[in-house]
């Protein structure tokens, strides 16, 4: 019983800068195997608009992880950002899901 109460006066911690080092990786490997997938199915020059996106992307995604900023504005744009990605590249690709 002592062991349970010891426990529930532990506060949850963690390294913010780890969590948006791996958000930054997670990002940038989705846009390259995103992007990569679509170059290596039509080719590179039907692919630039998507190149285009994928370096917007990962731009976007370091320059967030850059700024100095509150983190929890800084989780928010990183969990926002694969969202968008999806669906600007779903609106780029005429609503295709392949």
Same mark, same amino acid.
């Given at each position: 019983?002592?062991?349970?109460?010891?426990?529930?006066k532990?506060?949850l911690?963690f390294?913010?800068?780890?969590v948006?080092?791996?958000?930054?990786f997670?990002?940038?490997?989705? %846009?390259?195997?995103i $992007? #990569?997938?679509?170059? &290596?199915?039509?080719? =590179?020059?039907e692919? %630039?608009?998507?190149? $285009? #996106?994928?370096?917007i &992307?990962?731009g976007? =995604?370091?320059?967030?992880?850059i700024?100095?900023?509150?983190?929890?504005?800084?989780?928010?744009?990183?969990?926002?950002?694969?969202?968008?990605?999806?669906?600007a590249?779903?609106?780029?690709?005429g609503?295709?899901?392949?």
């Amino acid at each position: 019983m002592r062991g349970n109460q010891i426990q529930e006066k532990k506060k949850l911690s963690f390294n913010t800068q780890q969590v948006h080092r791996l958000n930054l990786f997670i990002t940038i490997l989705m %846009a390259i195997l995103i $992007v #990569a997938s679509h170059i &290596v199915g039509n080719g =590179a020059a039907e692919s %630039a608009s998507y190149i $285009v #996106a994928g370096i917007i &992307v990962i731009g976007c =995604a370091l320059l967030n992880y850059i700024l100095k900023i509150p983190y929890v504005v800084k989780e928010v744009f990183y969990a926002a950002l694969p969202g968008t990605v999806m669906y600007a590249l779903l609106l780029l690709g005429g609503f295709t899901l392949n």
